[in-house]
């Protein structure tokens, strides 16, 4: 997994290079966390700001990860230690203020995860398939870790059955894994990096759009990209970046003010008990 074992050994493990997703998380476990109605109560939260996102993940009926996530030159500019910057965000949030009313937690600072987007390339070599995490991680905004997980595992066991056989060589066996990670996960990372484009969140929330290019968006979240996206579902991603970059100056859908945390007065809110209060 993300102890990326095999990697590290081999010295392949490497952060990403891309500087807008050099990010870090800062996470702690809550109990008492307010839940969506009906069918959406387990859904996990995404909330955006200028400065970066939330997440509310909820573990099991009591507990709930809560997390926020910046670039790491953030907390120098706000001058908050790293291990209280989630109390910082959350305080001046108040979306995440209202779910975490009666929030309690055995925590008293927060958890940091640095760099947390990563490749191993290459991905096979004598004796090894690197799996899921131990491949690759990426921006967890779209929740994109199983599906790698599980089409990488589907994958790597063909090719050890074919190679055990007898019906191809470990060396094509290996070479085909890798581009069968390399083109599937290509479009996942583009789409993460797009996503932290305001335009491309306006577009993306509107829910609709010309030539269906929203559903193509959604059908390579789904996973619909190995070996690698159809032609069908290609093009009308192209078309789609072609729109973020045209609604940057020319609205193709209403408008969406960005919520800055910094700009925000922080405030507190009681706990239920008292255990832990969540505050400024």
């Not at 493990?13 to 050099?22: E, S």
């Not at 387990?42 to 997390?67: K, N, Q, Y």
């Not at 209202?98 to 995860?113: F, G, Y």
Request: proline share 5%; glycine share 8%.
């Amino acid at each position: 997994g993300c102890n990326t074992v095999v990697a590290r050994h081999l010295g392949t493990r490497r952060a990403v290079a891309d500087q807008n997703l050099r990010k870090v998380a800062y996470f702690a476990h809550f109990e008492g966390v307010k839940r969506l109605e009906g069918v959406e109560s387990g859904h996990p939260g995404i909330i955006m700001a200028r400065e970066g996102w939330f997440w509310l993940i909820h573990l099991d009926e009591r507990r709930t990860s809560v997390g926020f996530v910046a670039h790491p030159d953030f907390a120098r500019q706000v001058g908050v230690p790293a291990n209280r910057m989630l109390k910082w965000a959350m305080a001046r949030c108040p979306v995440v203020r209202e779910r975490m009313r009666h929030a309690t937690t055995s925590e008293m600072t927060n958890q940091v995860l640095a760099d947390f987007s990563y490749t191993c390339r290459p991905y096979a070599g004598e004796g090894y398939f690197l799996i899921g995490d131990a491949a690759a991680f990426l921006d967890p905004i779209f929740s994109t870790g199983v599906t790698l997980a599980m089409m990488s595992g589907v994958e790597a066991a063909r090719h050890v059955t074919a190679v055990v056989r007898g019906a191809t060589s470990p060396a094509r066996a290996r070479r085909e894994y890798v581009r069968f990670i390399e083109g599937g996960s290509r479009p996942l990372w583009r789409l993460v990096r797009r996503y932290y484009e305001h335009s491309f969140r306006e577009l993306f929330l509107n829910g609709t759009g010309p030539m269906q290019v929203h559903k193509a968006v959604i059908s390579v979240l789904a996973g619909q990209v190995f070996p690698r996206p159809r032609w069908c579902l290609r093009w009308r991603l192209r078309l789609f970046e072609a729109y973020v970059w045209l609604n940057k100056w020319l609205p193709l859908v209403p408008r969406r003010r960005q919520f800055s945390l910094v700009e925000t007065a922080p405030l507190e809110w009681p706990s239920s008990d008292g255990a832990a209060v969540v505050g400024a």
